[in-house]
């Protein structure tokens, strides 16, 4: 079963600080991606990345930032946190092999409040 | 703008009856679509998918069916079970094979034993 680990489920930040979210996947995936998830609004994809050190922006990338500095590993950073960065975060993976059918696994999530 | 398309966000269901979701999309090249489930405190997990090419898929008590010529298309959960009281996302993506994913918003289904 693939796993995809978000390092914290629950984490409460100040306005200003810098905030890392990290990701780790088991599956050897070339695709990963960040998503937040926030009432009546869906899933909007913030970044994401196809191979080591390459990213992607998504359709919500102002005030974030990313890196993937290993193959298994995905990083979200809040530049400069902001009250309207409170949100589910939740990060997914996915093989290349299978093509556009192939589905993302997800991580549980990370409950973000920014203060 | 919204390229996916979820409308009525929730849906009430008697258990054994059948749930019918649908969705919309407006990007006519999206080849590629699915479903996702998602409980709270979990992230969404992948329920079925369907091709272009076909018009419908079926997966036990979950079937697909795609109406590409009205960009629609629509999730039927037969029979529903209190086990499928969850949030229900539509995903879409094109044929460029990068995976990118274009979700609605999602239907909130609560079926009541």
């Known amino acids: 079963d693939v796993k995809v680990t978000q390092s914290s489920r629950y984490l409460v930040k100040r306005t200003g600080e810098k905030v890392f979210l990290e990701c780790v996947q088991d599956?050897?995936?070339?695709?990963m991606f960040w998503y937040r998830q926030d009432p009546g609004l869906g899933l909007r994809l913030i970044y994401f990345s196809y191979d080591v050190k390459m990213k992607e922006k998504g359709d919500i990338p102002e005030g974030y930032s990313v890196s993937r500095e290993k193959k298994e590993r995905f990083s979200l950073i809040l530049e400069s946190a902001s009250t309207n960065q409170t949100s589910m975060y939740l990060c997914?993976?996915?093989?290349?092999?299978?093509?556009?059918?192939?589905?993302?696994?997800f991580g549980d999530g990370t409950r973000l409040s920014i203060l | 703008d919204q390229q996916v398309k979820q409308n009525s966000p929730s849906l009430s269901v008697q258990e054994g009856r059948i749930s019918i979701l649908n969705c919309d999309y407006t990007?006519?090249?999206?080849?590629?679509f699915l479903w996702y489930k998602k409980y709270p405190a979990e992230g969404p997990t992948f329920l079925i998918s369907i091709s272009s090419i076909k018009d419908k898929n079926e997966d036990g008590r979950f079937t697909v069916f795609l109406n590409k010529s009205a960009k629609h298309l629509s999730l039927h959960i037969v029979p529903s079970q209190p086990g499928d009281s969850a949030v229900y996302f539509c995903?879409?993506?094109?044929?460029?094979?990068?995976?990118?994913?274009?979700f609605g918003k999602g239907n909130q289904v609560v079926v009541i034993p």
């Open positions: 997914a993976s996915s093989s290349r092999d299978r093509g556009p059918l192939q589905p993302q696994h």
């Open positions: 990007n006519s090249m999206f080849d590629y």
């Open positions: 995903a879409a993506s094109d044929r460029n094979g990068n995976n990118r994913l274009a």
């Open positions: 599956m050897d995936h070339e695709n």
